[in-house]
C-alpha cells in the first residue's frame, strides 16, 4: 500500500495549526524515520505455542521533492490489509499508562473486540487477559471489579458493564 502525501498534509493531520517551518519539518522527518524502523511483534500468550511474529507496518519513507516536502510512505502490505479489516486492537496511550494492572489487562482485551455486546465468564476472561490460575477465585473477582470500576471512571466502559453471575458484561 503506497501513499503519497506532503509533510504539510501530516503536519495538519496531527492537530497542529501553525506552519511547518524549518525546525518542525526536519522533527517530522526525524519521526516518520523512527516510525519506519518501528518492529511490531506479536506474541501468541498460549503456553503450548509460544509463536510470534515481527514485522513494521511502513516498509520505507521516500522523499521525492524536499523542496516542496513531497513524500511517499509504502506500508507493509500484510500489516495495512489486517488494519483496514479492523483485526488490531486500538488504545488511547494517554488512558492506558494511568490504569492500574488489572485495568489494563482488560482495556486491551476490550480494545481487541470490536463487538460492543462484549459478554463473557470471568472463568474464560481469567486465561483471555493472562491471569495466572494460582491466583485466587476471590481475589481475581475482587481485582475486576476494582478494574470494572477504573474503567467506568475513565469512560472506557459504560456505567451499566457489570459482573453478574460470573459474567462481564
Known amino acids: 500500500m503506497i501513499v503519497e502525501t506532503n509533510l504539510s498534509e501530516i503536519w495538519k493531520t496531527l492537530g497542529n495549526v501553525s506552519e511547518l517551518g524549518k525546525t518542525n519539518r526536519e522533527s ?15 506474541q501468541s500468550m498460549d503456553k503450548k505455542n509460544k509463536s510470534f511474529w515481527t514485522n513494521s507496518l511502513i516498509e520505507d519513507v521516500k522523499y521525492n521533492d524536499l523542496k516542496e516536502n513531497k513524500l511517499t510512505i ?9 488494519y ?19 485495568a489494563k489487562k482488560i ?12 459478554q463473557i465468564s470471568i472463568d474464560k476472561l481469567r486465561p483471555l487477559i ?9 481475589h481475581f473477582k475482587e481485582q475486576i471489579n476494582k478494574a470494572i470500576k477504573e474503567l467506568k471512571e475513565k ?14 458484561h
Not at 482495556?107 to 462484549?118: A, E, G, K, T, W
Open 84 to 102: 483496514l479489516e479492523g483485526a488490531y486492537a486500538t488504545l488511547n496511550h494517554n488512558v492506558y499508562i494511568c490504569l492500574s494492572s488489572y
Open 28 to 42: 517530522l522527518r526525524r519521526s516518520l524515520k523512527r516510525l519506519s524502523l518501528t518492529k511490531i511483534m506479536i
Open 107 to 118: 482495556y486491551l482485551f476490550l480494545m481487541s473486540h470490536d463487538n460492543p455486546v462484549r
Open 155 to 168: 469512560n472506557v466502559l459504560d456505567s451499566i458493564s457489570k459482573i453478574d453471575k460470573g459474567i462481564f
Open 130 to 138: 493472562g491471569v495466572s490460575v494460582e491466583i485466587s477465585e476471590k
Open 74 to 82: 509504502i506500508f507493509n502490505i500484510h500489516m495495512a490489509k489486517n
